[in-house]
């Protein structure tokens, strides 16, 4: 089955800095999908990134915050931008590798807390 | 608008006994519905799915889940609990064939299994 390589897998930084996360699938997908989960809580999806245009954002993000990219079928991005300790969280890549809503697999996360 | 809810936040069970987290939806449209497990310090994988077919579905590690339609639920079962076991569980569904690729997730389900 297809791999998804989500990197960094943790990292601690400044409040006012920006991370950019990586994903990389092992074969070409349509949609890839950026979910948050804050402490103890479920997934909520941030945003959905379709290749050569703009991702589709849900309520609450916004693209000045998570601004994303989608260079190829392969890999795509998600910015934090200007970090704040409300931004801690998990932040897992998603794709749907049968290509028909059947076959959701995530990233392992990149775990990140804002000090 | 499709929700999901699972019915009790913390299971706690012996190792050898039933498992049994509950798992309730609402959606317009016929579902496709999965259950992920969390292990701690990991991303999500996937433990079933229902999107056709036969009502029960068996997944991985023993665990299996019937799909309700008159009752929309789809609770998760194990018949002998592990301690490896012990986990957060989650609930997910989409719109199925009308898929938008868009996960909801239900607020998750700690199991602790007592030794």
């Known amino acids: 089955s297809a791999v998804i390589s989500q990197k960094p897998s943790r990292d601690i930084c400044q409040r006012g800095t920006s991370l950019t996360i990586q994903c990389q699938v092992d074969s070409q997908v349509t949609m890839m999908f950026w979910y948050r989960q804050q402490p103890g809580q479920s997934l909520t999806l941030i945003a959905t990134?379709?290749?050569?245009?703009?991702?589709?954002?849900e309520s609450g993000f916004v693209i000045d915050k998570f601004p994303i990219s989608r260079p190829n079928l392969t890999f795509s991005t998600l910015t934090v931008s200007n970090m704040s300790p409300e931004d801690s969280s998990i932040y897992l890549c998603?794709?749907?590798?049968?290509?028909?809503?059947?076959?959701?697999?995530f990233g392992s996360g990149t775990r990140l807390t804002v000090v | 608008a499709q929700s999901v809810t699972q019915l009790g936040s913390h299971v706690s069970v012996s190792e050898g006994a039933l498992v049994l987290l509950r798992c309730n939806y609402s959606?317009?449209?016929?579902?496709?519905l999965f259950w992920y497990v969390q292990y701690p310090n990991q991303g999500l994988q996937l433990l079933l799915k229902y999107t056709t077919g036969a009502t029960l579905v068996k997944g991985i590690n023993g665990f299996e889940a019937e799909f309700k339609k008159s009752e929309t639920s789809f609770h998760l079962t194990k018949p002998s609990a592990h301690m490896s076991d012990a986990a957060e569980y989650f609930c997910?569904?989409?719109?199925?064939?009308?898929?938008?690729?868009?996960?909801?997730f239900g607020q998750g389900t700690t199991l602790q299994v007592k030794p």
């Open positions: 998603s794709v749907d590798l049968q290509g028909d809503g059947r076959g959701y697999t």
């Open positions: 990134a379709n290749q050569g245009s703009e991702a589709t954002y």
């Open positions: 959606s317009s449209v016929p579902p496709y």
């Open positions: 997910a569904v989409t719109q199925g064939s009308s898929n938008t690729g868009k996960l909801i």
